[in-house]
Each structure stands twice: as C-alpha cells, then as structure tokens.
C-alpha cells in the first residue's frame, strides 16, 4: 500500500464521534468527486474511504446511498446519493440553496474538534501524500478555485500555511514542509502515521550525515594518499641522484619514514619518529625536505 492508503486506513480506524459527524461528513462532501443539488458522487480508489462515506452518511442523515465499483488494473469506488431528496436534505442542513454557490461554510467549524474531524473528511475524500522516503509533500484536490482560496485561508487561521498550484481540471493546496504535514497528520487524528513520518525523518539525516562523515573521509584520505605519493616519487628520485645521504639528519629521517611507509598519514609517521614530533613538526620537516629537492 501507498503513504496515502497508510494514512486513510488509520483516519478510517477513528470511531465516528456524533459531536463531530457532521464536521467530517463536510469535509468529504465538500472535496468529493460532485457535490451539488444535482449530483453528489465520491470517487475514490481506497475501499476504506468509500465505506466511511457510506457509514457517515448513513449515522448523519440516515441516508443509504449506492456503491459501485469499477477499474481494471485498481479498483475505483463509486458512492453516489442518487435521491433528489436525499440530496436537498444534506445540501439544506448545511445551508445552501439551488441558488447557491457551494463555498466554505465555517458556521459548521465552531465546536471543538470539529476543525480536526473536518480535515479527516477533506483528506479522506480529496487528500494525498507522497512517500516521506522520496519527498515530503501532502496535496488536497478540489475542482473549485473558490473552495480551494477559503480552504487554504482556513489554514491559515490555525497557523498553516499552505500553497495553491492550479491543474488541468482541478486546484491544489499543499504543502512540501515535513512539520506542517506532521502537524496536518496529527490535527485529522493520524498519530501512528505522524510517527512513522518523524521516523523516516530521522533515519533520512542520519543516513546524510553519515554520507556526509564519510565523503568527508573518503575526501581526507584521497588528499592523503596523493600527498603521499607526491612525497615519496620525489624522496625516491632524490635517493636516485645519490644526495639522500647529504641530507641533515632530521630530514633524513623524515625521508626514510615516507619511503618505508609510503601510504601513511603526516600524523601516523610522526608516531613512528625517533623524536617523538608532532603531526605539524612531520609536516614542516617534510616541506624543507621537498623544498630542497624540488631545487636541485
């Protein structure tokens, strides 16, 4: 299964509380495939989705309404109010009229918990979420422009700030912000989703920092070994001309610990020193010692 199946299966789990029924039946209607005195259909590929619509419709308004199910490679749900009356009693309790345009009604958002409960069903009917391991981003989709602005102000209000893309036949509010999608996650009541979505979070930067930690050392080594090298054919073409031996005895030294070790670091080969010198004591013998071949 998809984040998206994830999510709505949990969302689905929630008992329906009869204080916050009629909110979430809202967010459903509001963000369903049509939702008009002529036609209110929800189309939906989760099975979970379509039988909560049926459920609530069934507890809210007592209404039982047709489920159709179609597709040939994923199964589509259809769950359609065909009444008339069925459809005017559902449009007249949230108070439109045939002469209404379908907008926001927030005189249905004012009891506690109904903000979080209208969210479910706006997800539940047009909301999906991408995978967390691949990107963070949590689309709700509606076919109107309007719906979508007041959707997308009644965010705001509670501190969300979400964007607005238009499509071919539809509009998008989203979010690619993983703690305003978490925070989306936990309002509508999907905890154990919001977990595994903190989850992945913290295995994504772990994982990057430890990329990170070993490019960085794949990098230092690199360096190492080049610098090594560079060290090691100039000390050897020096032993060649027949001058090692005229070196002063502290560069000597130093010569002799790169040709026997010809892969360590500066820091490794200062362990190895007869007088005991530091990393940076290795390093600055090692530069008079090129210095002086590099002349000749």
């Known amino acids: 299964m998809s984040f998206t199946d994830d999510v709505k299966t949990e969302l689905c789990n929630i008992r329906p509380n009869s204080n916050l029924i009629f909110a979430e039946m809202y967010g459903m209607l509001l963000f369903c495939r049509a939702f008009s005195f002529n036609e209110i259909k929800l189309q939906t590929t989760s099975k979970q989705a379509a039988e909560r619509f049926a459920l609530l419709l069934r507890q809210s308004f007592d209404i039982f309404a047709e489920t159709k199910v179609g597709g040939t490679k994923k199964p589509c749900y259809r769950v359609i109010v065909s009444s008339p009356s069925d459809r005017k009693k559902i449009l007249f309790h949230y108070g439109y009229k045939p002469t209404s345009e379908i907008c926001l009604n927030k005189n249905f958002l004012k009891t506690e918990g109904s903000i979080g409960a209208f969210l479910r069903g706006v997800f539940l009917s047009g909301g999906v979420i991408s995978n967390p ?5 949590i689309d709700f989709n509606t076919n109107s422009r309007e719906l979508a602005q007041e959707f997308g102000c009644l965010l705001e209000e509670k501190g969300l700030v979400l964007k607005m893309s238009q499509r071919t036949n539809s509009y998008c509010v989203y979010s690619k912000r993983s703690e305003e999608i978490e925070d989306l996650l936990t309002i509508m009541g999907a905890g154990g989703e919001t977990l595994n979505l903190i989850n992945i979070k913290i295995y994504k930067s772990v994982r990057n920092r430890l990329n990170r930690v070993n490019n960085f ?16 054919t100039a000390i050897e073409k020096y032993q060649k001309m027949g001058k090692l031996e005229t070196l002063p005895e502290e560069l000597l030294e130093v010569a002799i610990l790169r040709l026997e070790n010809p892969d360590l670091s500066l820091s490794a080969l200062s362990k190895l020193s007869k007088a005991k010198l530091t990393r940076s004591g290795i390093n600055h013998r090692m530069k008079k010692l090129l210095q002086i071949i590099n002349e000749e």
Request: aromatic share 10%; hydrophobic share 35%; glycine share 0%.
């Open 217 to 232: 050392e794949t990098s230092n080594i690199l360096k190492t070994a080049d610098a090594a090298f560079v060290q090691k």
């Open 133 to 137: 391991e691949k990107e963070y981003r």
